[in-house]
Nanobody, 120 residues
């Protein structure tokens, strides 16, 4: 089993920056891909950033040019640097990991989310 924990959410003003972290913990696993999703109340969850091993990151059009996803594979951690924050970025942000459990197979894990609010 793998646990996904997000951190770094909070309140920022429009135009401000915030960095989210997502750490995976457990035994005998390898992360093949990690992604960030967000979901505002009443809205569907959308993927905003994704990066698989050995591939370039990709972003949704709504965040492209403002958000940057990066990974520290040694720490099983993924980051989301969010610049030029807009009010519409307000949402719960969720980390998703595509994980290989050694000897078992591929599994998909979700964190519980961290709230980001963009407001003056």
């Amino acid at each position: 089993q793998v646990q996904i924990v997000e951190s770094g959410g909070g309140l920022v003003q429009p135009g401000g920056s915030l960095r989210l972290s997502c750490a995976a913990s457990g035994n005998s696993f390898t992360i093949n891909a990690m992604a960030w999703y967000r979901q505002a109340p009443g809205n569907q969850r959308e993927r905003v950033a994704h990066q698989a091993n050995g591939e370039s990151p990709n972003y949704s059009d709504s965040v492209k040019g403002r958000f940057t996803i990066s990974r520290d594979n040694a720490k099983n951690t993924v980051y989301l640097q969010m610049n030029s924050r807009k009010p519409e970025d307000t949402a719960g942000y969720y980390c998703n990991a595509d994980v290989l459990l050694h000897g078992l197979g591929m599994y998909d894990y979700w964190g519980q989310g961290t709230q980001v609010t963009v407001s003056s």
